[in-house]
């Protein structure tokens, strides 16, 4: 089976993005570039398989997608950001025109890995915020019952990020029940779920990426400069 074959999905019903009726005749066209990060290392990692089902999923939709691997990214602080992994992560996320976040849920809350990535994505730079107006998709694993405690943190992450997060989210509980022995995820309504995530996702980011400027203008920013922006979105607090 090909990496990208949709064994669970009816062709009949999953539709293509009807562009013309979110974008105007003077807005981008290209394909949107989607950001995906996952919150664990383990070797057989649900957060992973959840994102690879995403990121399959949004290509058949018609964007670019590229997907960060966390393996090596040291703690927030713990290096400069000069370090190669967090200088990767930061051109993706300043590449990027959207986000899917999918993080495990680990003691009722994300994981550090997944909190790690977000932290080392900067607020600003140079006065450019690299993640203000950008779409975001959330979803969570958990081993457990159904549980909503880290979209819930994460929500609260993008709009932090001045990110425009949109309303569906996905919650995968009992993940180990949900993935085959090829590390596909099972037919179920869980699975139908992040078909509507990330369905949902294309549509939004399609609506607003180039609009993202003007609806992410505003007065008390106009009378700043750069500089004065910079200085004040990266200032310490510790």
């Known amino acids: ?12 019903h999953l539709h293509p993005i009807d562009v013309n009726a979110l974008v105007g005749p003077d807005q981008p066209r290209h394909p ?6 996952y919150g664990s290392l383990r070797e057989r990692s649900y957060s992973r398989l959840v994102s690879e089902e995403a990121g399959r999923l949004l290509r058949w939709y018609g964007c670019e997608v590229r997907t960060f691997d966390p393996a090596g990214l040291p703690l927030a602080d713990d290096a400069d950001a000069s370090h190669p992994k967090v200088q990767a992560l930061r051109e993706l996320a300043e590449w990027s025109e959207g986000m899917v976040w999918v993080s495990p849920e680990r003691h009722g809350a994300m994981t550090g890995l997944m909190k790690t990535q977000i932290d080392w994505i900067p607020l600003a730079l140079g006065g450019v915020r690299p993640t203000q107006g950008k779409t975001l998709a959330v979803m969570q694993v958990s081993g457990g019952s159904q549980s909503f405690n880290a979209v819930n943190q994460l929500r609260i992450l993008g709009r932090w990020m001045r990110m425009l997060t949109i309303p569906n989210q996905s919650s995968v509980p009992k993940a180990f029940h949900e993935f085959d022995e090829a590390e596909r995820m099972r037919l179920s309504p869980l699975y139908l779920r ?15 990426r ?29």
């Open 1 to 12: 089976m090909s990496p990208d074959q949709l064994p669970n999905i009816d062709p009949e």
């Open 194 to 208: 992040i078909v509507d995530v990330c369905e949902e996702l294309v549509k939004f980011t399609l609506l607003t």
């Open 210 to 238: 180039g609009r993202s400027a003007y609806l992410t203008d505003r007065y008390s920013e106009r009378i700043e400069s750069a500089e004065a922006v910079s200085r004040r979105v990266n200032q310490k607090t510790h």
């Open 32 to 37: 949107p570039r989607i950001l995906v990060l």
